[in-house]
């Protein structure tokens, strides 16, 4: 009879632990909670597009990823030289960052690109949905870092780096 309990336990616990798993198949996986409590996955990456973050005179600072998800667009914004400060950032329909593409239709207001001490910023949101497919059209798109109120931009550039999305 102890050997019987002591089994059952054993295999109970394995089972317990084996579904909290997450194996290459996909079973398990990351989960966060609502405000409510309620438990979601995390979104899906279905496609993504990159491109590299530069400043006026071309040097790149970092990388900005639109990606395709199940719950809208995500929008990842990774630079590092920039002044500290909270940078307002644009998407303009106009790829290349050309001296242009400020005055290009906006596409999007995107939240403001936080910048440490150390020079260092980082952005990941999810965005309302984009077609990406558009935003890498012949014309593309652009991303741009605008300068803090009070920064002087070297040749009276419009933004302190841009990313261009292009197909």
């Known amino acids: ?15 317990v632990l084996t579904a909290c798993g997450d194996d290459e198949d996909g079973v398990g996986g990351s989960f966060e909670a609502l405000d409510d409590g309620a438990v979601t996955e995390e979104p899906e990456v279905l496609v993504d597009l990159t491109g590299e973050l530069v400043d006026p005179e071309g ?30 950032m644009l998407l303009v329909s ?32 999810l965005a309302g949905e984009f077609d990406l497919d558009l935003l890498a059209d012949e014309d593309g798109t652009s991303l741009l870092v605008l300068p803090l109120e009070d920064e002087d931009l070297a040749d009276d550039a419009a933004w302190v780096a841009c990313a261009s999305i292009e197909g």
């Not at 009879?1 to 089972?15: D, E, P, V």
């Not at 040097?59 to 307002?88: C, K, M, R, W, Y």
């Open 1 to 15: 009879m102890k050997r019987t309990m002591l089994f059952a336990a054993t295999a109970a616990a394995a089972l």
């Open 59 to 88: 040097s790149v600072l970092g990388t900005a990823t639109f990606g395709s998800t199940t719950n809208g667009t995500e929008i990842e914004v990774d630079a590092s030289g920039l002044t500290p400060g909270d940078h307002p």
């Open 94 to 125: 106009e790829g290349g960052c050309t001296e242009d593409a400020i005055d290009s239709a906006p596409v999007a207001d995107l939240p403001d690109l936080p910048v440490t001490e150390n020079e260092v910023g980082e952005l990941s949101t």
